[in-house]
């Protein structure tokens, strides 16, 4: 058995499965169900790039906290032009997609650089082990 599998509940459905720590917490089953919903969300915004993130839901039947979920982790985008945005969660201005403004992402970048005492000196280069 892989030592890096850890137990984890299913941010989904609660299940508890094997994570290799990569990816979301998602148990397979739940994980093939998101693939399916982000796809029809993602078809839905590309064939009509005005609706709204209720209108999508209504439409693809996918909850709404899933569509906000896809925005935040940037597999989303919020159009151009669009009058409805998400808000960064520091500042709250208007943003298409993530968590954070690059403003506020750059601030939190260089305020835990300071925290730690961290210069760029101090970043080291993995060696390469059998190839990878």
């Given at each position: 058995?892989?030592?890096?599998?850890?137990?984890?509940?299913?941010?989904?459905?609660?299940?508890?499965?094997?994570?290799?720590?990569?990816?979301?917490?998602?148990?397979?089953?739940?994980?093939?169900?998101?693939?399916?919903?982000?796809?029809?969300?993602?078809?839905?915004?590309?064939?009509?790039?005005?609706?709204?993130?209720?209108?999508?839901?209504?439409?693809?039947?996918?909850?709404?906290?899933?569509?906000?979920?896809?925005?935040?982790?940037?597999?989303?985008?919020?159009?151009?032009?669009?009058?409805?945005?998400?808000?960064?969660?520091?500042?709250?201005?208007?943003?298409r997609y993530?968590?954070?403004?690059?403003?506020?992402?750059?601030?939190?970048?260089?305020?835990?650089?300071?925290?730690?005492?961290?210069?760029?000196?101090?970043?080291?280069?993995?060696?390469?082990?059998?190839?990878?």
């Amino acid at each position: 058995m892989d030592n890096n599998i850890r137990t984890k509940s299913c941010q989904r459905c609660g299940k508890v499965f094997g994570y290799n720590g990569f990816g979301h917490l998602y148990c397979d089953s739940c994980k093939e169900h998101d693939t399916r919903d982000f796809q029809k969300v993602k078809n839905y915004v590309y064939e009509h790039p005005g609706a709204s993130a209720m209108e999508v839901s209504d439409i693809t039947g996918v909850e709404m906290k899933y569509i906000t979920g896809y925005l935040r982790e940037g597999r989303l985008e919020i159009p151009e032009g669009s009058i409805i945005f998400i808000k960064c969660e520091i500042c709250k201005k208007d943003i298409r997609y993530g968590r954070l403004c690059p403003e506020c992402a750059d601030s939190l970048n260089k305020a835990m650089k300071e925290e730690m005492n961290f210069d760029e000196g101090q970043v080291g280069e993995r060696p390469k082990m059998n190839g990878k």
